[in-house]
């Protein structure tokens, strides 16, 4: 995968750039809105990491500037301004995703993952039937069926299957279950979300020899088939 | 020379200048139209009058002529000109030679006039030469006599004397009037304006404890006075909340700062293996995580109380947020055992943050859980939401130990934390967010006893009510 950089503060951009190159990708850096804009708009990037505080151009200006040139590759802003109209200005400014300094790397890790393979899929719309492994979720009929065997789900437990199916095979954090199952975008302090995946896990996995819903220390969730706690 | 003309130029921009000036000049032109209209009209009356007198003299005089003849007309006007009174007679030959009359001397080519005009002429009686004004009237009699009728306006003259005087005098009593009265607008009124403008300059430099005074008459500059204080008022409560934020962080972010600089203090010295230093770059990154979530919920109760969210505000339903919340916690705390029990009426429009409420109330849940389950008592949280006249009340209601009455107004403070709880994880803050929510929306916080436990009550006003002026009011 292959990601720009667009951050002014240099510490904190070499940074970015060792741990993505860290974690198998391609990362390149721009140190200014002028350089980034010209690199977003000629380089073929999977995901934009733009900080919103740039210098000669703004990160928001930058992003809508690209968007008026028909760039579509996905963008995550990353910025000091987190409060919550803050990020609906960013995402009506055409960012894709808003994260508040300080962060996680983990946790930006797993959002610009998901970015990327959002971007793979938007040319075809979202499927209706997600299947891994004998796992089957049809968003139409909202059925869930496990080996054939239908399994009986909460509405918000449909929504968190769903979202996780969908990113399947990619690491989905605590906070981004949050913001997309429940729209809510506070820190919660306490482990409601892992209480919630525990409850789904035991719909799900409970009686099957092969566990799907996978806990990835220090990150997040993921379904994928694979070994219990084996971690990226 | 320039000293005194930049004072002259001062006080000619002061408000007291211009409007002492403005009423100086409106008073003056009232003052001579009222005053003129009175001369004009009492001149033309008297003129009015003396011309109808003349009038009826000259008719009756020239009937007596007609009836008796010269010598008749002459014994009358004799007889009239020897009675005292303004009135003058004269009757000459064609030529102009008198025969009889108390006018002297008169102009030249006077008494061969004809009609009504007005004259110089000296009486009879007089020795002094001065002439005086008359008005007359000159008729032709048949046969050639000339009859004079007048009138001497001196008294009309007089009038006019005094009417000017009074002009003098009233455009005197005006000037003067009209200073003291700036004056006493200066003195009385645009002094307060002035002091106002003092004690704000001393406010602006830096004595946060002044106030304008109120003179308790209720006007204009008493209602600004108070709109002033208040807004002092707000404001001086604002800077303690700030004051106080940073005090606090001063004295309880120091605590885990210096636990993790010691930790990686320790680390450094002791740790020898890879995994020594690995596990307690973990424990740093997790008290560091630790620090921010403080920090952000500072910065979040600052921002609320200095009312910069008030932006982000929208309609929303609080039924449906609530019952989201709630359902986000129930199986938190299924987990723990405590049943949570949800009664939430339907349709509840308020102005605010659906984040901020939410957030408000996964603090207050948290809190249930924490402390309301601690108790070996009958447990169970229950939350709900109903209409109460115009506010939504959502309660959070637990059966935990409670907070003493004595207690409740504090642990909305910030970093307030109970001895019972000190045992427990969490750092003070849910509580004042909640309250600082609530102000933000114009509502409040209630603590009360739920025999036993606490019950929590967010109290917020139903859509369409305007948010109150000063949302920092105690919420406790």
Known sequence: MRILIIEDDKEAASYLVKAFREAGHVADHAADGLDGYALAEEGDYDVLVVDRMLPKLDGLSLIRSLREQRVETPVLILSALGQVDDRVKGLRAGGDDYLPKPYAFSELLARVEVLSRRRASTPNTEPTLYRIADLELDRLSHRVTRSGQEIVLQPREFRLLEYLMKNANQVVTRTMLLEHVWDYHFDPQTNVIDVHVSRLRAKIDKGFDKPLIHTIRGAGYMVRVGQEGDEE | ?476
């Open chain 2, 1 to 476: 020379m320039n000293a005194s003309m930049t004072a002259l130029g001062k006080l000619v921009r002061t408000t007291a200048f211009k409007l002492s000036f403005a009423y100086l000049f409106i008073f003056t032109i009232f003052a001579f139209v009222g005053l003129g209209y009175v001369a004009w009209n009492a001149q033309r009356l008297l003129t009015n009058q003396f011309i109808s007198t003349i009038e009826s003299e000259i008719n009756s005089l020239s009937d007596q002529y007609r009836f008796g003849g010269l010598r008749r007309l002459v014994n009358i006007v004799e007889r009239r000109s020897r009675a005292p009174g303004a009135m003058l007679y004269l009757v000459t030959t064609e030529a102009g030679e008198r025969v009889a009359g108390n006018v002297g001397a008169l102009p030249p080519g006077v008494i061969g006039r004809t009609g009504q005009f007005e004259t110089l002429y000296n009486r009879t009686d007089e020795t002094e030469a001065r002439p005086d004004m008359a008005i007359v009237r000159v008729y032709l009699l048949p046969g050639g006599f000339r009859l004079l009728v007048g009138r001497d306006i001196e008294e009309r003259r007089r009038l006019q004397e005094v009417i000017y005087r009074a002009f003098g005098y009233s455009l005197l009593f005006i000037v003067v009037l009209g200073c003291v009265g700036g004056w006493f607008i200066t003195r009385r009124v645009l002094k307060r304006v002035d002091d106002m403008t003092e004690i704000t300059r001393h406010i602006m430099a830096g004595d946060l404890g002044g106030r304008l005074k109120i003179a308790g008459t209720g006007d204009e500059l008493d209602r600004l006075a108070q709109n002033l204080n208040d807004m002092l008022d707000r404001m001086g409560e604002l800077m303690r909340g700030m004051q106080e934020v940073s005090d606090n962080i001063a004295h309880d972010l120091k605590t885990p700062l210096t636990r993790l600089r010691n930790k990686a203090d320790e680390a450094l010295r002791t740790a020898s293996t890879p995994d020594e230093l690995k596990s307690a770059l973990e424990a740093t990154i997790e008290e560091s995580d630790n620090l921010i979530r403080i920090f952000n919920a500072l910065l979040m109760i600052a921002r609320l109380e200095a009312g910069n969210a008030r932006d982000g505000l929208a309609d929303f339903d609080a039924a449906e947020a609530v019952r989201d919340v709630a359902e986000l916690y129930d199986a938190l705390a299924e987990e723990a055992g405590v049943s949570l029990e949800v009664s939430v009426e339907d349709d509840l429009p308020i102005h605010g943050s659906r984040e901020l409420l939410g957030q408000a109330m996964a603090n207050l849940l948290d809190n249930a859980l924490k402390y309301g389950a601690s108790t070996g008592a009958p447990q169970g949280i229950s939350v709900s939401a109903h209409r109460n006249g115009g506010e939504v009340r959502i309660v959070v209601a637990d059966r935990g130990p409670g907070i003493p009455e004595a207690e409740r107004g504090r642990v909305l403070e910030r970093f307030v934390r109970l001895e019972t709880a000190r045992s427990r994880p969490g750092f003070g803050l849910g509580l004042s967010l909640a309250a600082a929510v609530a102000r933000l929306h114009g509502g409040t916080l209630l603590l009360e006893d739920n025999e036993p436990g606490l019950r929590v009550i967010l109290a917020l006003p139903l859509k369409a009510v305007e948010l109150p002026q000063a949302p920092l009011q105690s919420a406790a």
